[in-house]
Antibody
Framework: EVQLVESGGGLVQPGGSLRLSCAVS????????MSWVRQAPGKGLEWVSV???????YYADSVKGRFTISRDNSQSTLYLQMNSLRAEDTAVYYC??????????????WGQGTLVTVSS | DIQMTQSPSSLSASVGDRVTITCRAS??????LNWYRQKPGKAPNLLIY???SLQSGVPSRFSGSGSGTDFTLTISSLQPEDFATYYC?????????FGQGTKVEIK
């Protein structure tokens, strides 16, 4: 059974750091594209970052230079290191598999999300 | 970045109604377009990928069409579990983007 379980969310002060984890089971992290998507309270979905199977990474302009996506293949875990956090980073953060199929990618599996609150 | 604009932002409908949601891209994205449904408090789930392909396990009342800049999600007969928010998403560019969402409410 495919499962993605996020952890690491919580309350952090502006300017602080936090690392999110996503434990994956049922498929191989290193063979897939893995992504983070966030949703601010009462708002829509915002794509944050992706790590390709080959290791290339990409970020939304809103987090570039502050967030870093990585993975630990041996632990089947995806990470998101978030630095210089701002109030506008407050959101539920989802990890998702970005399946490559018919030449395009789509988010076919999602975790349950972890809430990050940036506030003093 | 490619901007995705959905319309309407919200709509009211009854069980059994046919519902259509549109999504427009700021530039051509061929068929690199996916649709998701999100129920309150839950993660989104994939409905349609590559503009018109039905995800495994998704009921056949959902269908998608379009290419280039204009896309449509149609629910042929609205069911109680379909009262939710729907998002389109493009994966044409390196930086992926979602539409702002369409909330389907009970009339």
């Amino acid at each position: 059974e495919v499962q993605l379980v996020e952890s690491g969310g919580g309350l952090v002060q502006p300017g602080g750091s936090l690392r999110l984890s996503c434990a994956v089971s049922g498929f191989t992290v290193s063979s897939n594209y893995m992504s983070w998507v966030r949703q601010a309270p009462g708002k829509g979905l915002e794509w944050v970052s992706v790590i390709y199977s080959g290791g290339s990474t990409y970020y939304a302009d809103s987090v570039k230079g502050r967030f870093t996506i990585s993975r630990d293949n041996s632990q089947s875990t995806l990470y998101l290191q978030m630095n210089s956090l701002r109030a506008e980073d407050t959101a539920v953060y989802y990890c998702a598999r970005a399946l490559f199929r018919l030449g395009i990618t789509q988010f076919d599996c999602w975790g349950q999300g972890t809430l990050v609150t940036v506030s003093s | 970045d490619i901007q995705m604009t959905q319309s309407p932002s919200s709509l009211s409908a009854s069980v059994g109604d046919r519902v259509t949601i549109t999504c427009r891209a700021s530039q051509s994205i061929a068929n690199y377009l996916n649709w998701y449904r999100q129920k309150p408090g839950k993660a989104p789930n994939l409905l349609i990928y590559a503009a018109s392909s039905l995800q495994s396990g998704v009921p056949s009342r959902f269908s998608g069409s379009g290419s280039g800049t204009d896309f449509t999600l149609t629910i042929s007969s609205l069911q109680p579990e379909d009262f939710a928010t729907y998002y389109c998403q493009q994966s044409y560019s390196t930086l992926w983007t979602f539409g702002q969402g369409t909330k389907v409410e009970i009339k």
